[in-house]
């Protein structure tokens, strides 16, 4: 029987992942966070076609776009995660993750309008709230700061009244 | 080297997150529907590791700056809640959505480009930001040692034993 690898202990590799974190904090001084990358990467590509623009966005000044600590940390990110994958044989190229395929079917333009919208409403309430789960959640927590706390409830409080509503009397 | 340590920083957390499988929209799902609780427990023994080294090398002044985000209720709570709303619709997360399509999963891709569009809105919304909801309940950089004045290692165990008492739950329930 085809059995899916189950990988390791959530438990285990969450604790190492704090090893991760703090070692970074030791090292570089940089706690973890994700979420401030896709705003510079916007200004960024933003440069190539209306650079005046960005120079006289106030945002731009406080967060500069260029490839910085955090941009290199996030393609870490896709690098790491090839690598455990395919060193494990769970790498799966898969365009309707399984779940959303037995609620709303297997068309990966349908999964792909949906996911696409939900980047862009994320990552706006993530750059509202001043962090994602790992700016926050992560080193913010990790810190005992008020906001990561505030954040972190109401991303949970967000997140599953949609999921409530998404997956109401589905499977 | 900056660079070099974001690099490998980044390839250690994707590495680990893969191997506790936290990567999928099933799992973040999972969690958000209350039936899987494999990302809190990823999440939260991350916390509690880094939260005792943060604290302890602190103290021994190894670690000299902390990283406290400002906390400003009005924007805590709405941006909160919009990330939310994105998260249950998109199904990962800013991070986890790099780490997804490192391991094949493709529509983070879409994901990944609504990102990059919000974040460039969020650009442009943010001057009007800063005139209304950034102003909403600030607080400055405030942590819960802070507001409850008490020592941080008094907090720290109390938080930890909370996060132990929830795993002895998500456990004996099979979440």
Redesign the interface.
């Known amino acids: 029987m085809h059995s899916e690898d189950k990988g390791w202990s959530p438990y285990l590799a969450g604790a190492l992942t704090g090893v991760v974190a703090v070692g970074s904090v030791l090292v570089a001084d940089k706690f973890l966070g994700a979420s401030t990358t896709f705003a510079t990467s916007a200004g960024m590509i933003e440069k190539l076609f209306a650079p005046g623009h960005v120079e006289a966005v106030d945002y731009f000044k406080k967060h500069i776009p260029k490839i910085d600590w955090q941009f290199m940390f996030v393609l870490g990110i896709v690098a790491g995660s090839f690598l455990s994958a395919i060193t494990s044989k769970s790498f799966k190229l898969q365009g309707t993750p399984d779940m959303w395929a037995r609620r709303f079917g297997a068309d990966p333009g349908k999964r792909g309008m949906v996911a696409f919208v939900g980047g862009f409403i994320a990552l706006f309430g993530a750059r509202l709230a001043g962090g994602c789960p790992s700016g926050h959640g992560l080193s913010g927590v990790m810190q005992l700061s008020i906001s990561g706390l505030i954040s972190v409830a109401f991303f949970l409080a967000g997140g599953i009244a949609v999921t409530s509503l998404l997956y109401k009397g589905g499977e | 080297m900056?660079?070099?340590?974001?690099?490998?920083?980044?390839?250690?957390?994707?590495?680990?997150?893969?191997?506790?499988?936290?990567?999928?929209?099933?799992k973040q799902?999972?969690a958000?529907?209350?039936i899987d609780m494999?990302?809190l427990?990823?999440?939260?023994?991350?916390?509690?590791?880094?939260?005792v080294?943060?604290q302890f090398?602190h103290d021994l002044g190894?670690?000299t700056?902390?990283?406290?985000?400002?906390?400003?209720?009005g924007?805590?709570?709405?941006?909160?809640?919009?990330?939310?709303?994105?998260?249950?619709?998109?199904?990962?997360?800013?991070?986890?959505?790099?780490?997804?399509?490192?391991?094949?999963?493709?529509?983070?891709i879409?994901?990944?480009?609504?990102?990059?569009?919000?974040?460039?809105?969020?650009?442009?919304?943010?001057?009007f930001?800063?005139k209304t909801?950034l102003t909403w309940g600030d607080?400055g950089?405030?942590?819960?040692?802070q507001?409850l004045n008490l020592n941080?290692w008094l907090?720290?165990p109390v938080?930890a034993v909370g996060v132990l008492l929830l795993?002895r739950w998500f456990e004996q329930k099979q979440l």
């Open positions: 900056t660079l070099t340590y974001g690099l490998i920083t980044g390839i250690l957390f994707g590495f680990l997150l893969q191997k506790a499988r936290v990567l999928r929209y099933d799902l999972g958000l529907r209350l494999t990302i427990k990823f999440m939260l023994s991350a916390i509690v590791v880094g939260m080294g943060i090398f190894m670690i700056k902390l990283d406290i985000k400002t906390t400003q209720v924007a805590n709570v709405l941006g909160g809640l919009i990330f939310g709303i994105g998260w249950a619709l998109l199904g990962y997360c800013p991070g986890t959505q790099a780490g997804a399509l490192g391991e094949g999963r493709w529509d983070a879409w994901g990944i480009c609504g990102s990059l569009l919000g974040g460039a809105a969020y650009a442009e919304a943010y001057p930001m800063k909801v607080f950089k405030i942590t819960l040692p507001v941080p907090v720290i938080f795993f």
